[in-house]
Structure formats: C-alpha cells, structure tokens
C-alpha cells in the first residue's frame, strides 16, 4: 500500500514541477519582445531603380539619370551564349535618399562616415545576378567628382538589414598612351600608385607630346563587386558617449527607431530597439550631434529631437509627441 501510495506521489510531483516549468517558460515566451523594423521616414522616399535592357549586346556606356556612366563588356562577366542582361542601378546621391532609405554611414568597425553618394548596381539574366570573371574589373565614372578624397566601402548586412559598410582597395583607370602601338589604353592601378603614375607618364608625354587626361585620374574607377556601393570617408568625433534612454510616450510602445545625426556632415546612425533595451555605448559624437527617437501605433507615429553633449548622468528622459507626416520631415530639416 505504501508502495503504490508513494507511486502516486512521485507522479503528482512530476505533474506540478512540469505545469511550474511550462508556465514559466510560457510567461517568458509572452514577456519577450521582437524586433520589428520599421523606417519612419521611407514614407519620403522617391528613389526608383532604373532598369537598361542589354539583352546580347557586346559593349555599352550605361548613364544613370544622375550621371553615373558604366562601361559594359559582354565578355568580362560570367555569361552563356544567349544569355540576356539587364542591369539594375539606383543612384542616391541626396544624403536624404541615404537617410530615407535607412542607409547608415557607420563601418563594421564603429567608424563614421561622411557620404559622397550611394548607388546600387547589378547585372541579372533573369532574377540571378551575373559577377564578373575573375581579374576583371568594371569602368564606372561617378559624377562631380565624387571619388576625390574619399574610399569606396561595400556593405555587410546584420540580421535586421542595417548597413555596415567594409572598405575596400580603391583601383582606378589611367588612360595611358602605349607608344608602340599608338594607342590609348586604360591600365588598372592602386589609387596610391597615382602620383607614381602621373611623374612617369608626364614624362613620357613630354617625349611624344601626347597629353594625358589628367581628370581621369581621380574620376574612373574599377570595381569588381556589385550591388550597394558607398563613396565615403572616415570622420573622427570629438569625443564617444554611452547613454540609456527613458522614453515617455502617451500610450505603450514596444519598438523604436533611433537616429544620430550629425549637422554639417553627411552622416547619420540609425539603430532599431525595444523597450527592454535602450543602452546605447560608444556612440559617436562630432560638432552640433542630434538624437531622433521615432515609433508608431496602429493609430499614431512618434517622435522626438534633442541635442546629444557630454552628459553628467547617463539617462536622457525622452517625451514622445505624436507627429504627422509634415512633423516628421521637419525632424530632419530643423
């Protein structure tokens, strides 16, 4: 009787430290809360890509509405007789668009960057994107100068789509006269070769009074990766902060996006949080740096600027006013 008596308890104990477990476990589930991505200000956006059927064209200077140019050689990518190319471009050179779209100017190394313009290029047959062969370069020019005193950086995504931007080897292409067979040629070089490259065809030019096109120097660039190109360079703060943010809203929000502009640069962090989590370390601060804090309800959108400084506490207190769209610009603007 004992026995079976003492069966029984087990099992009830069993039971209980099961239901115990389950409604634990179940009450974290409900108290956990997900990231939801929203960009508050991608409702301004006026980017469009641009398409350009190559279908089997050999060769083809592509021009963006902007001015990008992009030289065309079949025979540099990986293609199949037949095979029908379209390219895909959008030029973002309005740090607005950048801003619009969400694209940060931080590098996966917590640099900040100043951006000279973004574009996104690709070439697909179908819905595949072709590369290039290997050692071959794409010929893209950039309007305005733009590469002048700036790096290219590619972009890495995190798991909620941000941009994270790696530099990489700037190549460009210097029209070189080859005497011998009395030619123009475009010869791929480092971009620190330039000036190496500039006094020894200066002379050469001297001899055959050949005069090189010095503009191209520091307009054509080779590339050999597609898809989001940043022209950019690095900007050192003044000084990094880290901070904690209590933000007061009119009704319960769970997920906010934060942005760290900063005036007189084209550059801005943008970050998307939950409520439990509102820490924020080694944030960078240089000249006039402004904090905007956005969110959204089924019914309302949010939002919310202050100046970022060196703090005497590490808690900002934001309060959240609901904003229409016109509201919301002037975040920016102001």
């Known amino acids: 009787m004992f026995d079976i008596t003492q069966?029984?308890?087990?099992?009830?104990?069993?039971?209980?430290?099961?239901?115990?477990?389950?409604?634990?476990?179940?009450?974290?589930?409900?108290?956990?809360?997900?990231?939801?991505?929203?960009?508050?200000?991608?409702?301004?956006n006026k980017v469009q890509t641009q398409y350009f059927d190559l279908d089997t064209l050999?060769?083809?200077?592509?021009?963006?509405?902007?001015?990008t140019k992009i030289w065309f050689v079949r025979e540099d990518f990986e293609l199949d007789e037949g095979d029908k190319v379209t390219v895909e471009l959008k030029e973002l050179y309005d740090f607005k668009d950048l801003v619009f779209n969400n694209i940060n100017t931080i590098t996966n190394k917590n640099e900040l960057l100043e951006s000279s313009g973004v574009i996104y290029l690709d070439f697909k047959v179908g819905d595949k994107s072709v590369p290039l062969k290997d050692k071959k370069r794409l010929s893209i020019i950039f309007p305005d100068k733009r590469?002048?005193?700036n790096e290219l950086y590619y972009t890495q995504l995190d798991t909620l789509a941000q941009f994270q931007w790696i530099e990489e080897p700037v190549y460009i292409g210097v029209i070189h006269y080859d005497r011998v067979n009395r030619?123009?040629?475009?010869?791929?070089?480092?971009?620190?070769?330039?000036?190496?490259?500039?006094q020894k065809d200066s002379l050469a030019n001297a001899e055959t009074s050949q005069e090189m096109e010095?503009?191209?120097?520091?307009?054509?660039?080779?590339?050999?990766?597609?898809?989001?190109?940043?022209?950019?360079?690095?900007?050192?703060?003044d000084y990094r902060i880290d901070f904690e943010l209590d933000i007061d809203a009119r009704e319960e929000l769970d997920n906010y996006q934060i942005h760290m502009i900063y005036k007189g640069f084209n550059s801005f962090i943008s970050l998307y949080r939950t409520k439990d989590n509102l820490t924020f370390e080694n944030i960078p601060i240089k000249n006039e740096t402004y904090l905007i804090v956005t969110s959204k309800s089924e019914q309302f959108i949010y939002g919310s600027k202050l100046k970022l400084k060196k703090l005497k506490q590490e808690k900002i207190k934001v309060n959240l006013k609901v904003m229409d769209t016109a509201n919301l610009r002037q975040l920016l603007e102001n």
């Open 214 to 237: 010095l503009q191209n120097y520091s307009e054509r660039v080779l590339i050999n990766k597609f898809k989001w190109i940043n022209i950019d360079k690095v900007v050192n703060p």
């Open 7 to 44: 069966r029984d308890m087990i099992k009830i104990y069993i039971q209980i430290f099961v239901l115990i477990y389950a409604s634990t476990f179940t009450s974290c589930e409900d108290y956990k809360i997900n990231i939801k991505p929203y960009n508050s200000f991608k409702v301004f």
């Open 147 to 149: 590469l002048k005193g």
């Open 183 to 198: 030619i123009d040629i475009i010869k791929s070089i480092p971009i620190d070769s330039l000036q190496f490259y500039q």
């Open 58 to 67: 050999t060769f083809k200077i592509i021009e963006g509405n902007k001015g």
